[in-house]
């Protein structure tokens, strides 16, 4: 079955900086990448998700990128902001014949003023 | 739209107890329901997935006769912790994808979650 990795499980950074964090996964037929945002206490938030068929895809201060060949996929949030210290989660579909998710261990961001 | 409710938000129960957690999709019909576990500070857990008039398929590691879920409609599903004991305390967190939406049904819409304590 599907595996996640995520890396690192703690990042910080200072405001304005870019921050990175990088997911590799196992099953070559995954097809479906999205990526979440949790504050503590509340439900996950889709912020960005990314189909097999691009390797990139931008919605203002944020970017995913995926790298079918190497099985791996990053977040890019450039411009941080305090508002953005979160935990965020990578997920894979977890079998193409479904829609279930196998998350990530999870990153915990923490963008400093 | 593709608004996902959860009731109760938080349950405090006595081990031993049994507790039902109900999952509701809204404003679409959800195609497909899923049920997960996050322990604090871990990642969400796939416990099962589980479609509308069938069994729900369980991850490696769930009991199946102790965690009941029943997805008896398009908009509900219900996850029953039976015979509850602490180190079932845990935040449980459903979601709902539907083939209908855009995107396919790739798109899990979050529940907020139940905050359950076995005391």
């Known amino acids: 079955g599907e595996n996640v990795e995520q890396h690192p499980s703690t990042l910080s950074v200072q405001e304005g900086d870019s921050a990175v964090i990088k997911c590799t996964y196992s099953?070559?037929?995954?097809?479906?990448f999205p990526w979440y945002k949790q504050e503590l206490g509340k439900r996950p938030q889709l912020i960005i998700d990314?189909?097999?068929?691009?390797g990139e895809k931008k919605d203002q201060r944020i970017a995913v990128t995926l790298n079918k060949t190497a099985k791996h996929f990053s977040l890019h949030i450039t411009e941080t902001q305090p508002e953005d210290s979160a935990v965020y989660f990578c997920?894979?579909?977890?079998?193409?014949?479904?829609?279930?998710?196998?998350f990530g261990k999870g990153t915990t961001l923490s963008v400093s003023s | 739209g593709a608004v996902v409710s959860q009731h109760p938000s938080w349950v405090i129960c006595k081990s031993g107890t049994s507790v039902k957690i109900e999952c509701r999709s809204l404003d679409f019909q959800a195609t497909t329901m899923f049920w997960y576990r996050q322990f604090p500070k871990q990642s969400l857990m796939l416990m099962a997935t589980?479609?509308?008039?069938?069994?729900?398929?369980?991850e490696q590691g769930v009991e199946k006769d102790k965690f009941l879920i029943n997805h008896a409609s398009l908009t509900l599903s219900t996850l029953t912790v039976t015979s509850a004991h602490p180190e079932d305390s845990s935040f449980y967190i459903c979601?709902?994808?539907?083939?209908?939406?855009?995107?396919?049904?790739?798109?899990?819409?979050f529940g907020p979650g139940t905050r359950l304590t076995v005391l």
């Open positions: 997920a894979a579909i977890l079998n193409q014949a479904g829609t279930a998710l196998i």
């Open positions: 099953d070559s037929a995954s097809n479906y």
């Open positions: 990314i189909r097999s068929n691009v």
């Open positions: 589980s479609n509308e008039g069938s069994k729900a398929t369980y």
């Open positions: 979601s709902a994808s539907s083939r209908g939406l855009a995107g396919g049904g790739h798109e899990q819409f």
